[in-house]
């Protein structure tokens, strides 16, 4: 990660300011904070093109040694008989940079074609399929998954203190909205866009549109 520059800004400020006070005779109680910084707001919505990547390829394909490797995780199987198949969106920006969600979360010994994972072993119900950080959601009934389960299949962190190994207040939108809560408690549903933001500055927020 590359070293913020406005780091070294920082301790000429911080310099600058005890110098300043030790000269004042002003109240320290007078000195006003400075306004958090606003939300951004979402980018014009984009079709996501099935087998591209969309953000810097940052992880490895499928999932890590202490995600799925074929047994039950956190509830989810692998993939038998689908009731129902619908798709959501993640997107996770570390210090405002767009990290890719990986092809093949959820799937083990993937094979690609194109880009685009057409085959495996064990297919999770929740999985990916390229870089767009689309979510597959194929589950066997009517039951609600969340991103967190999706975590947990990949086998990555996911708390408000860091996300994938990317440690730092993490900011998470819900359609272009803050969301407040715990981020491993949203429930994935059709056409949902999440996106997980790691530090600061905070990035615009992406929206897609599906092809299907």
């Excluded at 109680?29 to 969309?54: F, K, M, R, W, Y």
């Excluded at 040694?65 to 798709?87: D, N, P, W």
């Excluded at 996300?163 to 730092?168: I, L, M």
């Amino acid at each position: 990660m590359k070293t913020n520059p406005r780091r070294s800004l920082r301790i000429v400020g911080i310099a600058a300011f005890v110098a300043a006070s030790a000269c004042s005779d002003s109240d320290p109680a007078d000195i006003q904070p400075e306004p958090d910084e606003p939300d951004p707001q979402p980018l014009p919505a984009v079709v996501v093109e099935e087998g591209s990547t969309i953000g810097t390829e940052t992880f490895a394909p499928g999932n890590t040694a202490s995600g799925g490797q074929g047994e039950v995780v956190s509830g989810i199987g692998c993939l038998g008989t689908a009731a129902r198949h619908f798709h959501a969106h993640v997107s996770l920006f570390v210090e405002g940079d767009q990290k890719a969600i990986p092809p093949a979360i959820g799937i083990t010994d993937p094979f690609f074609r194109d880009d685009y994972v057409i085959g495996g072993d064990c297919w999770y119900w929740l999985h990916t399929h390229d870089g767009t950080g689309v979510i597959h959601i194929e589950p066997p009934d009517d039951g609600a998954y969340t991103l967190g389960q999706l975590f947990d299949v990949w086998g990555q962190q996911l708390s408000d203190e860091g996300v994938a190994g990317f440690s730092g207040e993490v900011s998470v939108f819900v359609n272009g909205t803050r969301h407040n809560g715990d981020p491993r408690e949203i429930v994935l549903t059709s056409r949902k866009h999440v996106s997980l933001q790691v530090g600061r500055p905070l990035a615009p927020i992406p929206i897609y549109i599906f092809q299907n």
